[in-house]
């Protein structure tokens, strides 16, 4: 294939340059866990769920609810590429004539 259609390179994902460059792999599977516990309390039923980490320049923290449920689990899978975790990802669409 050729033209406007062709082949788009690949986006890839590089763990020195993410938003979690800056932080160790532990604190990294920490945060992770603690995601993880965030979207089962709010998939539950819970109507809010607190996630708190600390980085190099202090701790944080952010509450969800489950209008943002969706946000959290696409944090959770930055987070698990940022730790070489494999991921699935579905087949290219292609259009059939």
Not at 12 to 33: D, H, I, K
Request: glycine share 10%; proline share 4%.
């Amino acid at each position: 294939m050729s033209g406007f259609f062709g082949r788009l390179p690949q986006a890839r994902y590089n763990p020195n340059t993410s938003l979690f460059a800056g932080m160790s792999r532990e604190q990294v599977q920490a945060y992770l866990a603690s995601c993880q516990q965030a979207y089962i309390e709010l998939q539950s039923g819970a109507k809010v769920a607190s996630v708190s980490y600390a980085q190099g320049d202090g701790n944080r923290a952010v509450t969800y609810t489950q209008a943002n449920a969706t946000g959290l689990a696409a944090l959770i899978k930055q987070l698990q590429q940022q730790l070489g975790m494999p991921g699935v990802r579905r087949k290219a669409l292609r259009p059939v004539f």
